[in-house]
């Protein structure tokens, strides 16, 4: 964003200083006149997109990067989760918190290895409700 205020700083005051030069130089140099303004106001802004500093990553620079493979393993927990929360928010069974532990295969599929479901109200309405499903792992409840 910074870099958008520069370059639209640049134009305006290159803009207010040929308007002063178009002035100052009356019928003289018309015709030629606006070809030196249209210059200057181009090598202004092209002076200022050479000159700025565009950053498109979106995380800070203090933040590690995470390797792939870790990437895709928190993805899949996360996704795991996501899916299970709305298994039983659909069978009106309440809950704080869930956890699952995954590993991914080569082939991408997911494989949901232990669940941990913290405040659940009906622990055996969990389990069928998993079954149901044909999610076949450990349950853990905290």
Same mark, same amino acid.
């Given at each position: 964003?910074?870099? =958008?205020?520069?370059?639209?700083?640049?134009?305006?005051?290159?803009?207010?200083?040929?308007? $002063?030069?178009?002035?100052?130089?009356?019928?003289? !140099?018309?015709?030629? $006149?606006?070809?030196?303004?249209? !210059? %200057?106001?181009?090598?202004? =802004? %092209?002076?200022? !997109?050479?000159?700025?500093? #565009?950053?498109?990553?979106?995380?800070?620079?203090? =933040?590690?990067?995470?390797?792939?493979?870790?990437?895709?393993?928190?993805?899949? &927990?996360?996704?795991?989760?996501?899916?299970?929360?709305?298994?039983?928010?659909?069978? $009106?069974?309440? #809950?704080?918190?869930?956890?699952?532990?995954?590993?991914?295969?080569?082939?991408?599929?997911? =494989?949901?290895?232990?669940?941990?479901?913290? &405040?659940?109200?009906?622990?055996?309405?969990?389990?069928?409700?998993?079954?149901?499903? $044909? %999610?076949?792992?450990?349950?853990? #409840?905290?």
């Amino acid at each position: 964003m910074d870099s =958008v205020r520069q370059i639209a700083l640049s134009f305006c005051a290159s803009a207010v200083f040929c308007a $002063g030069v178009g002035v100052l130089n009356g019928k003289v !140099l018309e015709k030629s $006149g606006r070809y030196i303004i249209a !210059l %200057i106001l181009l090598c202004s =802004v %092209i002076g200022t !997109l050479a000159s700025a500093d #565009f950053s498109l990553g979106f995380l800070p620079e203090n =933040v590690p990067a995470l390797e792939q493979s870790e990437t895709a393993e928190d993805l899949s &927990g996360y996704s795991a989760e996501y899916l299970i929360a709305s298994l039983l928010k659909e069978k $009106g069974i309440s #809950f704080e918190k869930i956890s699952a532990n995954v590993t991914k295969n080569e082939g991408g599929s997911i =494989v949901i290895s232990e669940i941990t479901v913290f &405040g659940a109200d009906n622990p055996e309405a969990v389990k069928e409700t998993l079954d149901a499903c $044909g %999610i076949d792992c450990g349950v853990n #409840f905290a």
